[in-house]
Nanobody, 124 residues
Framework: QGQLVESGGGSVPAGGSLRLSCVGS????????MGWFRQAPGKEREFVAT????????DYTDSVKGRFTVSRDNAKNTVYLHMNSLKPEDTATYYC?????????????????WGQGTPVTVSS
């Protein structure tokens, strides 16, 4: 069984930074694009960022461009989300997921394996 485990969430003041990690095991993740999504209380899950397996391509939702950076270390089966200049509206549970498609996607339907999520709280 494939498994993704996120870590690195926490509580920070506005303007702070966090680095989320997502470690994969039990399945191949290094040859797939990987994405980050988030879900705030009472809201739908939304796309945040994605990175191709070869690190050559990335995509970000507009609200995080210039503040968040997605990266990966395939030797460690790990994907990262570096979050800077955090805002209260970034408060959510953050999930990583494996994209089984052939092109980068923002659609959660194109992701098959999901982690359990790590909570991020940004205070004003």
């Amino acid at each position: 069984q494939g498994q993704l485990v996120e870590s690195g969430g926490g509580s920070v003041p506005a303007g702070g930074s966090l680095r989320l990690s997502c470690v994969g095991s039990g399945r191949t993740f290094s040859t797939y694009a990987m994405g980050w999504f988030r879900q705030a209380p009472g809201k739908e899950r939304e796309f945040v960022a994605t990175i191709s397996w070869d690190i050559e391509n990335t995509d970000y939702t507009d609200s995080v461009k210039g503040r968040f950076t997605v990266s990966r270390d395939n030797a460690k089966n790990t994907v990262y989300l570096h979050m800077n200049s955090l805002k209260p509206e970034d408060t959510a549970t953050y999930y990583c997921a494996r994209d089984y498609g052939t092109t980068l996607s923002r659609r959660p339907e194109q992701y098959d394996y999901w982690g359990q999520g790590t909570p991020v709280t940004v205070s004003s």
